[in-house]
């Protein structure tokens, strides 16, 4: 993640900086005025979103590094065990960022498909860690009321989002002329 | 396997250690934040040209929240009356709560749990366990409290439950949050024995058995009963009190301390 040499670790240092600056805006974002903004009694996770689109965007390393970082910002905020939303968003990049690699091959549009999957695998994922601490699980209720919605709102925050991310990725892309 | 421990090492006393420090630092961003936007009473969507309505609908609201308050409250004060006419020379106890007013800067940054930062901890004599409650009725429990801030479950959350009883047949449930659509909130009252009447209309109140909620505090009306002859207990939906999803602040009871029970060292 880290190199030694100047211009990649100069556009890898911007990856980890611009993670940690939308981790800890988002999660803010997450806890106060996105209340305001509910589909169904269900507020976007804006944090868990651009984890996914900087995961498609950049791949699973840099993914996982914001998913890390973001989930953390996550948990600050909640009184669900320190460290869940860490674990649902890296397992969520592990499978949406080879998944859209592949779908993307035909067109870039075609990512936004394996949001949906990195949302359900980060909500199956949190709420089996709470209910294996104790916390009640109705998965049926859960499904309707939460998933669903959960799914719809974050597919669409995707679709804005992750042109963006794609341009910014674009602007600090590596390049291969930079060696030494 | 590392990112599994640390979720079920994170209640932790090495990760609260690490996480209060950073939540007492978040907490003024938060207020700030809260403070700008308007959250939960939807202030970012005011204008000057409904100045007017609202002023009128805020006093409005309140005389109902009083009103709401207050018929909910005469039952229960009519009937402790009759007990103590009854038992001469006994006082009633915790009829007076020592009140801190606390704000709320955020909601749960996730979908999953139903919480709510405020900004009264320890400073203000908040500690772990403290029931919230509002002027409608309760609100839910402490969790987790900082120097500037404290963590309350909210009580329609369905890890939340509180000892409750039918204000008109005395009948014994245990109350929490249910996870219904469009973000309505709805709780139910579970473990009622069969046999005690419970009717749609009821008024639910917390029966202060367990010692973690004072007794005497509005949760809701019953707006369902399910009676099943086969079922060992009867069950019924409630419609709270409280509209969880805006309340903008809540009261701390100070001096009403939770009962800890620990059964472990003999």
Known sequence: MFRSNSILATVDMFGLYLGIAVALGGALAQSTILWDYRFFGVHADLV???????????????????????????????IAPFGVSSVGFVLAVLLTAPLANRIQRHRPIFALIAIPVGVVVHYLIAGLIMALRGYPLDPIGFGITVLLPAVILNTCVAALLLPTFAWASEQFQPTTWTSQ | MALLAVALLGQSPFFRSISEPA???????????????????GGSRSTSSNNDMLVENVRLRGQVDKLTQDAARAPELQRENDELRELLGLRRSGARWQLVEGRIVSLDSTNQVKSAVINRGTRDGVSDGMTAITSRGLAGRIVRVGANWSQVLLANDPSSSANAVDQRSRARGVVSGLRAPSGTSVMQIRLIPQGEDVKVGDRIITSGLGGVFPEGISIGLITQVRQRE?????????????????????????????????????
């Open chain 1, 48 to 78: 868990l979103v651009c984890v996914l689109c900087w995961g498609i965007v950049r791949g699973f390393d840099e993914g996982a590094t914001w998913a890390i970082i973001g989930g953390m910002a996550v948990d600050l905020g909640t």
């Open chain 2, 23 to 41: 939540l007492d630092a978040i907490a003024p961003i938060q207020n700030f934040l809260t403070s700008a936007t308007g959250i939960t009473s």
């Open chain 2, 230 to 266: 086969t079922d060992l207990f009867q069950e019924a939906m409630i419609e709270p009190y409280v509209d969880y999803a805006r309340i903008e602040t809540m009261m701390i009871i100070l001096n009403h301390v939770p009962i800890k029970l620990d059964f472990g060292d003999g």
